[in-house]
């Protein structure tokens, strides 16, 4: 007979998943989400930013591109979303109970990065935090089994887990720095243990094609990720510190961070004892979840970060907050806890309704601007929304401009950043079969620079079409001025929601290329 416990998991599960099913069909591709999918269309070993497995999910659940639409790009995240929320349920189970695992599971649902963020949006992190979930498992059963030859099985999973979380996100890499800080402290022993050092060499293998990649890039991910990390020369940066400290707040639930916070308190003041759980459980879980959180942190006083930098690093929280509460409950607790949960659940849920609505149907804008020429500037919400009714707009200016001869349907879509340039592709060029050059800094076009290389080129005396959208405004004059004998504005396309106007599309004609466009080497572009 199937527990209470479980068959509650499983409702869970199918109800999260259906409601991600139903924002990932309606809600169009974010900028990251367009830029990854260039990832899967055009595969290599390691990309500009980012190593290439996110590009590999959404190849594999897009059947190999033979099914391309914003929900099958999403499926790889729902998916995995839902295999960590029973991967955690698990690991938490192995560790206390059915109940305990049911726990964590509606903490994993309830965190805005795990179940929205990563969880419906296709990111690196979508299965870069499967990955971290299936290494912790291993290390807990390592620390956990007396068993050598379980353990060295372990290891040797452990190696292999977080080798892919490495070719899924560098910052993996934290889960070593995790547990080899905990066995310094705390299992030295298990420094003699040969399994160890194997599963260090399996993980090295498997970052060597980034590794190999930028030796022949010139490390050229690492100079980027570099200058966005590097303090040398910077100031403390109060402003940076607190839009990633609240930051993380929010995108992991205000509720559950203040549960991690109560359970903390209480674990120091019991000596970090939870009933029914070893000590080297709990020391392992902290040394696996703070370094990853202090760095990202620590940073941001200097660095502008990014809030889900330390996503995966909350993890460890999250399970031994489910430990605390399970050894804590009686059954006149269960009600009290019932409502804490439902609350942190309802929560993200609200956060979720109310952002899919203002995306879909908030009548204007939601910041903005004296100048209307930058209709829409700094509203977030468009990067979601508009792309299609663009398409279909562009399409018939296309069309009239080929048949009037102004234009030939073989000229290219000029861009000069990766975004809007991810969404351009995804929406407009990939449909309608245009060619899309990028010309910039390399700091600005990406993987675009690398795109170029499988593409034709603009020759000198060919047009192109230039798109500039008036919530992030260029003019095409001051970028490419120098690279056609005349550039005139075609059209200028609005966008309206729920009946008010909130953004612009400038369409641009740039005509006789002066040069050859998109031929260069990608270190060749400036950076």
């Known amino acids: 007979m199937v527990s209470d416990y479980r068959l509650k998991l499983r409702w869970l599960i199918v109800l999260a998943t259906i409601i991600r099913c139903v924002f990932a069909y309606f809600l169009e591709l974010g900028n990251d989400e367009v830029y990854y999918f260039t990832y899967a269309e055009f595969l290599d070993w390691n990309h500009f930013d980012h190593p290439p497995m996110v590009g590999l999910l959404i190849r594999f659940f897009t059947l190999n591109l033979h099914w391309v639409s914003d929900f099958s790009v999403r499926l790889g995240a729902i998916f995995l979303a839902t295999f960590n929320t029973w991967l955690i349920a698990s690991l938490v189970k192995y560790l206390m109970s059915e109940r305990a695992g049911l726990i964590v599971a509606i903490l994993y649902t309830a965190s805005i990065y795990s179940s929205i963020i990563s969880g419906l949006f296709i990111l690196p992190d979508s299965i870069a935090n499967t990955f971290w979930l299936a290494s912790l498992y291993s290390i807990v059963i390592i620390i956990k089994s007396e068993n050598s030859k379980v353990r060295t099985n372990q290891f ?3 190696g292999l887990f977080i080798g892919i979380a490495l070719l899924c996100k560098v910052h993996s890499i934290f889960l070593w720095f995790g547990f080899l800080g905990f066995i310094f402290f705390f299992q030295k022993k298990i420094f003699a243990c040969k399994a160890l050092y194997l599963s260090i060499l399996i993980s090295i293998i498997f970052f060597l094609p980034i590794w190999l990649w930028n030796e ?3 490390y050229i991910t690492w100079k980027f990720h570099g200058n966005r990390i590097s303090i040398l020369g910077s100031g403390i940066r109060f402003d940076y510190f607190l839009q990633t400290f609240f930051g993380q707040i929010f995108y992991n639930n205000p509720f559950l961070i203040y549960l991690y916070s ?3 308190v209480y674990l120091v003041k019991d000596k970090i004892k939870i009933n029914g759980i070893s000590r080297n459980i709990i020391y392992l879980l902290l040394f696996c979840s703070f370094p990853i959180i202090l760095a990202s942190t620590g940073l941001s006083l200097f660095r502008q970060t990014l809030p889900h930098w330390s996503g995966a690093g909350f993890f460890g929280l999250m399970i031994i907050s489910a430990l605390w509460l399970d050894s804590k409950l009686d059954l006149n607790l269960i009600p009290k806890c019932r409502k804490i949960l439902n609350l942190q659940l309802g929560f993200t849920l609200s956060v979720a309704i109310l952002t899919f609505t203002t995306i879909k149907w908030y009548p204007g804008n939601l910041v903005g601007s004296s100048n209307k020429k930058e209709l829409g500037k700094g509203d977030i919400t468009l990067d979601l929304i508009g792309w299609k009714d663009l398409e279909k707009q562009f399409k018939e200016i296309r069309a009239e401009d080929i048949k009037n001869n102004l234009m030939h349907p073989e000229d ?14 995804y929406y407009v060029a990939k449909p309608l079969g245009m060619r899309l050059i990028a010309e910039g800094r390399l700091v600005d076009i990406h993987k675009f620079a690398w795109i170029n290389l499988s593409i034709n080129p603009i020759q000198k005396g060919e047009n192109a079409y230039y798109i500039s959208a008036s919530n992030m405004l260029n003019e095409p004059e001051e970028i490419y001025g120098k ?4 550039i005139e504005l075609r059209k200028v ?3 309206e929601r729920s009946g008010k106007e909130v953004r612009l599309w400038y369409i641009y004609h740039l005509k006789k290329a002066k040069q050859v466009i998109g031929n260069k080497h990608p270190l060749n572009y400036s950076e």
């Open 493 to 495: 396309l609005v966008q």
């Open 156 to 158: 040797l999973l452990l």
């Open 262 to 264: 109560v359970v903390l």
């Open 216 to 218: 022949e890039y010139n």
């Open 412 to 425: 290219a879509l000029l861009v000069n950043n990766w975004f809007p340039a991810g969404h351009l592709y």
């Open 483 to 486: 690279y056609f004998e005349k």
